[in-house]
């Protein structure tokens, strides 16, 4: 069993930034995200990286967001900039057994493993 743990969330205000750090206990697949749940709303898909490292935004955080990782570490990342009120959620980061071409990173039915949450809270 793959084990997640993330770490780096926060209460900043609007504009502020933050990184988040998701640690592994093992490397999975290229397929690896990070996703977010605000209160009485979904599962959503951030940021991912695809096959041959593709990475993958949701709209609205394109321009702000950045995925990475340091395999090294077996560490993912989400660089999170400009941040806004409507970031406010949980952020989750995700692993899959398996990646190929034409999986979609964004949805959560495509990753079988998940860390506990990091809470993101953005104020006006």
């Known amino acids: 069993q793959v084990q997640l743990l993330e770490s780096g969330g926060g209460s900043v205000q609007a504009g502020g930034s933050l990184r988040l750090s998701c640690v592994a206990s093992?490397?999975?697949?290229?397929?690896m995200g990070w996703f977010r749940q605000a209160p009485g709303k979904g599962r959503e898909g951030v940021a991912s990286f695809s096959v041959g490292l593709t990475t993958v935004y949701t709209d609205s955080v394109k321009g702000r967001f950045t995925i990475s990782h340091d395999s090294a570490k077996k560490t993912l990342y989400l660089q999170m900039n400009s941040l806004k009120p409507e970031d406010t959620a949980m952020y989750y980061c995700?692993?899959?057994?398996?990646?190929?071409?034409?999986?979609?990173?964004?949805?959560?039915?495509?990753?079988?493993?998940w860390g506990q949450g990091t809470q993101v809270t953005v104020s006006s």
């Open positions: 995700a692993t899959s057994r398996s990646c190929w071409v034409g999986r979609n990173v964004l949805s959560p039915v495509t990753f079988d493993y």
């Open positions: 093992a490397y999975t697949s290229e397929c």
